[in-house]
């Protein structure tokens, strides 16, 4: 079935290193390909998201692009604040919604 | 608009107590969604309405969760009688159709004690 997996964590940085967490997905059809972060005692709310394949995805600094042919969508920061401290969930939307595990990403200075 | 309504923020109560949950989705959307979020089993869809029809229910856990949506702008969620293992984060979120970008509330924290 359609399924989104996830890079378990905890991920634990210091400020301004790189930043990548891994996404691949199994889907039928052509799946539109979500990221959402939440912060500490909040809900989850939309980082960025592409819609088809070589899409590229950007918010705040993150990028993701749709990859069709290693069915991956891996998030990325190129220098990370100890703002950024939150867990990352990785989504696909195919008719229904499919959430990863999550995966918390502390950055201390 | 206000976003993704939820009360209460927090609630504590005891064992076989009843506990209702609300939600009020934003306005225009036609799906809503009930999460739950713990730290042994992450996010897990309870139950989501469509044009304020329940449409998978799978998620539930037993039959003392109970969901109702009585208009668009609307829901609750019940538990009856409740148990400590249904201490979670309750999430409620709702879209504009079914597979676009969801948007959550702040959540339910519930303490069953």
């Known amino acids: 079935g359609d399924s989104v997996t996830q890079m378990e964590g905890p991920v634990t940085l210091s400020e301004e290193a790189f930043l990548t967490i891994n996404c691949t997905y199994t889907?039928?059809?052509?799946?539109?390909l979500f990221w959402y972060v939440q912060y500490p005692g909040e809900g989850l709310q939309l980082l960025l998201k592409?819609?088809?394949?070589?899409d590229k995805g950007s918010n705040k600094g993150f990028e993701a692009t749709y990859r069709k042919e290693t069915t991956s969508f891996h998030l990325e920061k190129g220098s990370v604040q100890v703002s950024d401290s939150a867990v990352y969930f990785c989504?696909?939307?195919?008719?229904?919604?499919?959430f990863g595990t999550g995966t918390s990403l502390t950055v201390i200075p | 608009d206000a976003g993704v309504i939820q009360s209460p923020r927090h609630e504590v109560t005891e064992m076989g107590q009843e506990v209702t949950l609300r939600c009020k989705p934003i306005?225009?959307?036609?799906?809503l969604f009930w999460y739950r979020q713990t730290m042994m089993r992450g996010l897990e869809l309870l139950i989501y309405?469509?044009?304020?029809?329940?449409?998978?229910d799978s998620g539930m856990p037993e039959d003392r969760f109970s969901a109702k949506m009585p208009n668009a702008s609307f829901s609750t969620l019940k538990i009856q009688p409740s148990e400590p293992r249904d201490s979670a984060v309750y999430f409620c979120?709702?879209?504009?159709?079914?597979?676009?970008?969801?948007?959550f509330g702040p959540g339910t924290r519930l303490t069953v004690l």
């Open positions: 979120a709702s879209s504009f159709l079914g597979g676009n970008e969801q948007f």
């Open positions: 889907a039928t059809g052509y799946p539109s």
């Open positions: 592409a819609t088809k394949a070589d």
């Open positions: 989504a696909l939307s195919i008719n229904q919604f499919y």
């Open positions: 306005s225009g959307h036609d799906y």
């Open positions: 309405f469509n044009n304020n029809v329940p449409i998978d």
